[in-house]
């Protein structure tokens, strides 16, 4: 079975402050990891993603994520957030032997103050 | 076109009438998805297709229907919408169906409203 938990439903930052969105996952088998954003009536679009090569991804927009398998976790971050980051970031699990099924997060609504 | 579209960008809809989404896609991608968002729930896949002539459930696929009949549209239909069926619905479409971490890409989304 896999699942995956984004820990925070809503962050709220102000701008030029680090961002940190929290997500663990489960999984029998070394998973594939995604974060996708989705900005409010758009469709998503993929920020990074972890397929067991470096545990430090780097990705679009100056956000990363570390794969820690010891935590189970995949937390994104970014060190200074600026107010286009306001969005929905959704956690993404797949297994290695599930070809494409992907298993989502319930989403982080990431807010930015002036 | 460029990518993924899908039509209707939105609509309301009386229960028990039929319904087709419909979603292309322009980038020679031999797996399609379906899936639909719910608050607090992300993304869940309804049904799925590894390339055209097949396809699969999903994690939600009671209530629709899908077919592959070529490589560019992926369509779900709706036989009989029912309220619980109100969501927003993205397609979405990866070059390989097996690949670990092979990327989805979705399309801009279909906000249904069953009354």
């Known amino acids: 079975a896999q699942s995956v938990t984004q820990l925070d439903s809503h962050v709220s930052v102000s701008e030029g402050t680090p961002v940190l969105l929290r997500c663990n996952y489960s999984?029998?088998?070394?998973?594939?990891l995604f974060w996708y954003v989705q900005h409010p009536n758009k469709g998503l679009q993929l920020l990074l993603k972890y397929t067991s090569a470096a545990t430090l991804v780097k990705g679009i927009n100056g956000f990363e994520a570390e794969f820690k398998k010891s935590e189970t976790s995949f937390h994104l971050t970014k060190p200074s957030a600026h107010m286009s980051d306001a969005a929905e970031y959704f956690c993404?699990?797949?297994?290695?032997?599930?070809?494409?099924?992907?298993?989502f997060g319930g989403g982080t609504r990431l807010m930015v103050k002036p | 076109i460029a990518g993924i579209t899908q039509a209707p960008t939105s609509q309301i809809l009386a229960a028990g009438r039929r319904m087709t989404l419909r979603c292309t896609q322009d980038m020679r991608h031999n797996a399609m998805y379906w899936y639909r968002q719910d608050l607090g729930l992300g993304l869940r896949l309804i049904h799925y297709?590894?390339?055209?002539?097949?396809?699969g459930k999903g994690e939600v696929p009671d209530g629709y229907s899908v077919s592959r009949a070529n490589t560019d549209d992926f369509p779900l239909t709706l036989a009989s919408a029912v309220p619980s069926q109100t969501s927003v619905y993205f397609c979405?479409?990866?070059?390989?169906?097996?690949?670990?971490?092979?990327?989805?890409?979705f399309g801009p989304g279909t906000r249904l409203t069953v009354l």
């Open positions: 297709s590894n390339t055209a002539g097949t396809t």
């Open positions: 979405a479409s990866s070059l390989t169906s097996g690949g670990p971490g092979d990327t989805q890409y």
């Open positions: 999984s029998s088998y070394s998973p594939s």
């Open positions: 993404v699990v797949i297994l290695n032997n599930a070809g494409n099924m992907l298993t």
